[in-house]
């Protein structure tokens, strides 16, 4: 539904096959970001509009706007006040970990939750971490950290102004629920046999050298093959795993079929509005003599999706593995991923003798298995 941008664009446009290589072609050609985001705002109005006719247990959903440049530049020049040292490619945990003044800061004025994120000053004058505030100090006392969610009777979440001076915990967040529920002291638990063919071995793990991470725990999932990927096969892999949301214990038993089913949803789109409907007859008929493009694309896209269907025939994940189980024991054995806590995924792990698994400080002695067999 998007309409042709200029050559330079779509040619730049076609080398690229994830998210990850858009972004990269970008950095080099600020040209194509300006053109691609101006090229989807008809789309991105079209599924805001759908999406704000919806709603779940009769609230209408809300679609907001994107941070823009200058919303995120301002954030980055807030991070840096705080710690000079900062750099925009610092965006992920373990390297604001490396960080020790960062890192004070946020045990000092930060609430992290798995889902949000706030911060707080201490208010105290003299505090050489938080530095002192901009606001007087009885608006500062009217200031809370963001409330964790509550149940409520209607099977709704309580509000946030019930809940907004309150002292509670995360306990009610569903998939903490989960992991609270493992006792390591005394769990007993139902092995579930996986769904693959053949019995995972590290010699699998190697020959796919890729693994998919859960969107719920961050856990790192192995993917398995009886026969050895080519560098062309794990990027294809890669490229596609990019585009997926993937929660443990789901299996991609189905994943070739996702062409069928994809053209199976275009069918049951539902019925919008005529204004809608009439702008898009129009983009329609603006698009007719860029069909011969699209034939070429369509024959890309059906070549894609059958490398994509081959490699599934043979790529298996392990899907008896959950969010509360442990990094599965062969991403170690496999010798090919970096080191990580085998509890909470952390990269930030402690010097290990050779027959444990490696551990975080804060997971520690808690670790329900420690020594490797």
């Given at each position: ?129 938080c530095h002192p505030l901009y606001c007087s100090p009885e608006d500062s006392e009217q200031l809370h950290f963001f409330p964790d969610p509550v149940p409520s009777e209607d099977l709704h979440y309580k509000s946030f102004e019930e809940l907004y ?22 769990m007993t638990t139902t092995k579930v046999k996986h769904s693959m063919p053949f019995c995972p071995s590290a010699v699998c793990v190697k020959n796919v050298g890729v693994v998919v991470n859960c969107v719920e725990c961050e856990k790192p999932c ?134 444990e698994f490696s551990c975080c400080s804060s997971c520690g002695n808690n670790t329900a298995v420690s020594k490797k067999h």
């Amino acid at each position: 539904m998007r309409n042709k941008m200029n050559d330079e664009s779509e040619n730049l446009m076609n080398k690229c096959g994830t998210m990850n290589e858009i972004h990269k072609i970008a950095e080099k050609n600020p040209r194509l970001k300006e053109d691609l985001i101006a090229n989807l705002q008809a789309l991105i109005d079209l599924i805001s509009d759908v999406f704000n006719r919806q709603s779940f247990k009769d609230i209408p959903f809300e679609t907001y706007t994107a941070a823009s440049e200058m919303e995120i530049e301002r954030f980055w020049e807030t991070i840096q006040f705080v710690n000079e040292s900062v750099t925009h490619e610092d965006r992920i945990a373990e390297q604001i970990k490396q960080r020790a003044h960062m890192q004070e800061f946020m045990e000092h004025c930060c609430k992290a939750r798995h889902y949000f994120f706030s911060i707080k000053k201490c208010g105290e004058p003299t505090c050489t971490i938080c530095h002192p505030l901009y606001c007087s100090p009885e608006d500062s006392e009217q200031l809370h950290f963001f409330p964790d969610p509550v149940p409520s009777e209607d099977l709704h979440y309580k509000s946030f102004e019930e809940l907004y001076d309150m002292q509670i915990t995360e306990d009610h967040r569903p998939s903490f629920k989960s992991a609270k529920a493992k006792k390591k002291d005394k769990m007993t638990t139902t092995k579930v046999k996986h769904s693959m063919p053949f019995c995972p071995s590290a010699v699998c793990v190697k020959n796919v050298g890729v693994v998919v991470n859960c969107v719920e725990c961050e856990k790192p999932c192995l993917l398995f093959s009886a026969k050895k990927f080519s560098v062309k096969e794990r990027e294809i892999l890669q490229g596609f795993l990019d585009t997926i949301f993937y929660i443990c214990s789901i299996s991609f038993y189905n994943t070739r079929d996702l062409t069928i089913a994809a053209q199976k949803n275009q069918q049951d789109i539902p019925e919008l509005p005529d204004d809608i409907e009439e702008n898009i007859d129009k983009e329609d008929n603006c698009n007719e003599k860029e069909q011969h493009l699209d034939s070429e694309n369509e024959e890309f896209d059906k070549n894609m999706e059958d490398s994509i269907c081959d490699l599934f025939s043979k790529v298996f994940v392990n899907d008896s593995w959950t969010c509360v189980s442990q990094v599965e024991k062969l991403y170690y054995s496999a010798g090919i991923y970096p080191e990580l806590c085998i509890e909470c995924e952390s990269l930030n792990v402690n010097e290990v003798a050779d027959d444990e698994f490696s551990c975080c400080s804060s997971c520690g002695n808690n670790t329900a298995v420690s020594k490797k067999h």
